[in-house]
């Protein structure tokens, strides 16, 4: 199956449009990648014209459009059931929807106080106190689902499910942020799983083809 296309917008700045391509990378799945340059004067045309929601990501199978970076991930899913990209086990698999759906549509403090800057680092400290509180919940969430399910998985395997799985694309985006804006107080374990999201092949093409964006 090679012909599914994913649009998606810049690499340094779209936090949403990393997920999908991050998922669907590190899992090998087939597809073309398009790219809608964000923050230009023609991008609301653009978005208008080819999106269904206005936004990136979203992805064109045949007839077919799915805009927003959850259901598009669940859809590959379906498409691609040998890839396991939710765990097996009905709990497990229960828990990394929750957990993903809690990135979805939280942490909103965390997103509009440290926007994603692939690129950057450390361009400003905040104590704000909403932000503690994401980092902190997000910091319970990873170190939960290391110690319950990661550590315990039986295929083993050091993301948040053991496999690697849809809810370490939710959070991809946030680890950049963690890089950026950090050093951030969290677990060792959650320290421990920042590294191997970092050490993904994944996260390495993305980081450079943001780097060859700003190149220009
Ligand atoms: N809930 C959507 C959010 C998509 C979203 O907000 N995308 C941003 C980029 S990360 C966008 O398209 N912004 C339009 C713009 O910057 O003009 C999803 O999960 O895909």
Redesign the pocket.
């Known amino acids: 199956m090679t012909d599914l296309t994913l649009t998606i917008?810049d690499k340094n700045?779209?936090?949403?449009?990393f997920?999908p391509w991050f998922l669907m990378t590190q899992a090998g799945v087939p597809f073309a990648e398009e790219n809608i340059a964000?923050?230009r004067p023609e991008?609301?045309s653009v978005?208008k014209e080819k999106?269904p929601?206005?936004?990136?990501?979203f992805l064109t199978h045949g007839d077919l459009q799915i805009?927003?970076?959850?259901a598009?991930m669940e859809y590959v899913a379906d498409l691609f059931p040998e890839k396991r990209l939710w765990p097996e086990e009905a709990g497990a698999r229960a828990v990394a929807r929750a957990v993903s759906a809690e990135m979805?549509s939280g942490f909103s403090a965390l997103r509009t106080v440290w926007p994603m800057m692939v690129l950057r680092t450390h361009p400003h400290h905040t104590t704000q106190a909403g932000v503690a509180r994401d980092i902190t919940r997000i910091d319970q969430l990873w170190t939960q689902c290391r110690r319950q399910y990661g550590e315990k998985s039986p295929a083993g395997g050091d993301f948040l499910f053991g496999q690697f799985s849809i809810a370490d694309a939710m959070y991809a985006p946030v680890v950049s942020r963690f890089f950026t804006y950090g050093p951030v107080d969290v677990s060792a374990e959650s320290a421990a799983y920042m590294e191997t999201i970092r050490a993904t092949d994944a996260w390495k093409k993305w980081r450079a083809g943001a780097e060859a964006e700003a190149r220009g």
């Open positions: 917008g700045l779209s936090s949403w449009s997920r964000l923050d991008t609301r978005l999106s929601s206005g936004l990136v990501p805009w927003d970076s959850l598009i979805h």
